[in-house]
């Protein structure tokens, strides 16, 4: 998946930033495409975000982490703010952030190479790479999990992807 047409220069800024202000911009992006967009997906579309964020600058884009749960990573403060929706698309979408252009650039360069994948496929995918597997260990694959996803795994795993495709 070719992403990272950036120049290496192009440093993003990573003023604090959370995964919050991320995922709302996200949310607006699909509320704007007059799409509906499930937890789920959010959460992964998020993941995919900080992912390639690490791989192309080597630092993360919003602080929160991720956790290795049962359907993929979850940033655990937004699990608690949408877990009402459960499966349903989410439909309390704040104001969209204004961000500078380069993170907007950055969002809108991820979510054109995953946003039209269902949240199940996103889901399939993220299962079968190594970020999420080193992190549940040997665990059952229904067996509950908290541990973070390590970063520096994240960085290593998605800088090798780049450089296959």
Sequence with gaps: MPLGHMNQEEKISTSPMSAEIIA???????????EPISHLKLQKLLFYVQAWHLALYDEPL??????????????RRLYTKFKDFSWKPITDISECPDLPDEVKDHIQEVLDV???????DLEYMVHRERPWILARGDLHPLEPCTTLIDESEMTKFYQEMGRIE
């Design 114 to 120: 995953y946003g039209d994948f269902s949240a199940e």
């Design 24 to 34: 709302d911009y996200i949310l607006c992006h699909f509320r704007d495409k007059g």
């Design 62 to 75: 919003f602080g929160d982490h991720f956790e290795a749960w049962i359907h993929g990573p979850v940033v």
